[in-house]
């Protein structure tokens, strides 16, 4: 499992860096990818890293301004600069042990409930 922390509200234009923390394992071995699903909306992928190594993958809508990072051995953040409203949204983290990094949630095994983004304009 993972859980996702650091979301709220935020005023548009501003940043907000949201954390998933694995729970009991470390994420040495797995890909973490972040997505979001805004009201009446279908879950989108937004960014995804391989731990190890650190290499990363973006959704096109999200580039420049979405950073996804390690933090620490259990700890992926995912920073939002210049939030839009748009952003808005419930985001989730989760996790996949395949080797390959994705943007369909099929392949990710381990979600999180999400914590939820509100932004103000």
């Known amino acids: 499992q993972v859980a996702e922390s650091g979301g709220g509200l935020v005023q548009a234009g501003d940043s907000l860096r949201l954390s998933c923390v694995a729970s009991?394992?470390?994420?040495?071995?797995?890909?973490v990818g972040w997505f979001r699903q805004a009201a009446g909306k279908e879950r989108d992928f937004v960014a995804a890293i391989r731990w190890f190594g650190g290499s990363t993958y973006y959704a096109d809508s999200v580039l420049g301004r979405f950073t996804i990072s390690r933090d620490n051995a259990d700890t992926v953040s995912l920073r939002i600069d210049s939030v839009k409203p748009e952003d808005a949204a419930l985001y989730y983290c989760?996790?996949?042990?395949?080797?390959?990094?994705?943007?369909?949630?099929?392949?990710?095994?381990?979600w999180g409930q999400g914590t939820q983004v509100t932004v103000s304009s």
């Open positions: 989760a996790a996949s042990y395949k080797p390959s990094m994705s943007s369909d949630p099929d392949e990710y095994n381990a």
């Open positions: 009991g394992y470390l994420f040495g071995d797995y890909v």
